[in-house]
């Protein structure tokens, strides 16, 4: 049986999670890679190695992969890092899913939860009679045999089997696998796959088990994967966004921790051309210069808000040559100085400096 897709949604610039990078950074360093330089060459941050929440295109991870593949020899390195993985390395995603009681519980929390680890795909679990199934689609246009976003795909399907069997038999294989990518002689001659039907070229991959197995029982899970509510409503309100104008302003805030971008290289960070980005931006409205003046008001209000720090420490800490620059352009976000919007915010002195760039 055939997943439903459903109705598409928007086309925002696919996010994830920077924490989707860890399970392959492992791999690559236990084979002794040149983990930075293969980073470097997929536009991801350093920082997305210690920032699991902060987020990363999607199609960031399907360039690490395919660069990982190419220059180790790992023909296999997705369908390797999805079957490795600790789905707790994930960071708050993978923790709620592993702090679930069962199999059918898990995989609830996958799909309830996905939307806040990335925008580029959907999960869903629909079953009939005795069968479920576990589906996840890239919303993205790609070629199915492009060897990035096959990887990628390898990868999910991994992590989707690991989740599964974290309540079963650690050696137990779906008997129909269904993959949205190109044929794969990876993928199928794969040991985990070994008794599966498999079918190529797909609306979406998907694992189909039988509905017993949604009552099996996880294991307990480590103390290290509680969390406390005010953590998951953080990370819940940092979701990516899911219009086009809004996930571009989350990459250049992402871009904003290495100082502020210019349209080249948030281009180039997004993996389009400067013309194609600025022409989606124009339909929408806005310019480039206005997105990144509005992360930057935003990180100078919650500094005026929530700290004493001095103006000038602030417009240096913005790009700022000068104190006269950042308050010239933030008469022209607010109408109103930053001394005057801070003492109508009410800021306390004395309170913790916080550092922005």
């Not at 790992?74 to 679930?100: D, H, K, T, W």
């Not at 008469?331 to 003492?343: H, T």
Request: with cysteine.
């Amino acid at each position: 049986m055939a997943c439903d897709l459903g109705v598409r949604a928007m086309h925002p610039v696919g996010l994830t999670r920077a924490g989707i990078i860890s399970p392959i950074v492992a791999v690559l360093d236990r084979v002794g890679a040149p983990v930075g330089k293969l980073l470097a060459r997929a536009n991801i941050p350093a920082w997305a190695r210690t920032y699991a929440e902060m987020l990363i295109p999607t199609s960031s991870a399907a360039r690490l992969l395919a660069e990982g593949a190419r220059t180790q020899g790992i023909e296999n390195l997705g369908l390797l890092a999805g079957r490795e993985a600790r789905i707790e390395s994930l960071g708050v995603f993978g923790r709620l899913i592993r702090r679930s009681q069962t199999v059918g519980e898990a995989l609830r929390e996958v799909v309830s939860d996905h939307p806040m680890f990335s925008s580029s795909g959907r999960v869903w679990l629909p079953s009939r009679d005795e069968q479920v199934e576990f589906c996840h689609t890239f919303t993205n246009k790609f070629d199915k045999f492009d060897e990035g976003w096959q990887q990628l795909d390898h990868y999910v399907l991994m992590l989707m089997l690991g989740i599964v069997r974290l309540g079963s038999d650690p050696t137990w294989s779906p008997a129909q696998v269904h993959v949205q990518t190109g044929e794969s002689a990876v993928l199928r001659d794969a040991e985990p796959l070994v008794a599966a039907r498999l079918a190529f070229g797909q609306p979406a991959t998907t694992i189909t088990l039988p509905a017993t197995l949604l009552r099996q029982r996880l294991p307990p899970p480590s103390a290290d994967v509680q969390m406390p509510g005010d953590s998951v409503d953080t990370w819940t309100a940092s979701a990516p966004a899911r219009d086009f104008v809004t996930s571009v302003v989350q990459a250049v805030e992402m871009l904003s921790w290495e100082g502020y971008p210019n349209i080249h290289v948030t281009a180039d960070f997004l993996g389009m051309s400067v013309r194609t980005l600025q022409r989606h931006l124009a339909t929408a409205g806005v310019t480039h210069e206005m997105l990144v003046g509005k992360s930057r008001f935003a990180t100078a209000a919650a500094l005026l808000e929530e700290t004493d720090t001095k103006i000038l420490d602030i417009a240096l800490d913005l790009g700022y040559s000068d104190h006269a620059h950042f308050t010239r352009a933030f008469r022209q976000w607010v109408d109103c100085s930053p001394q005057e919007y801070r003492r109508r915010r009410g800021a306390t002195p004395g309170s913790s400096k916080l550092t922005g760039t």
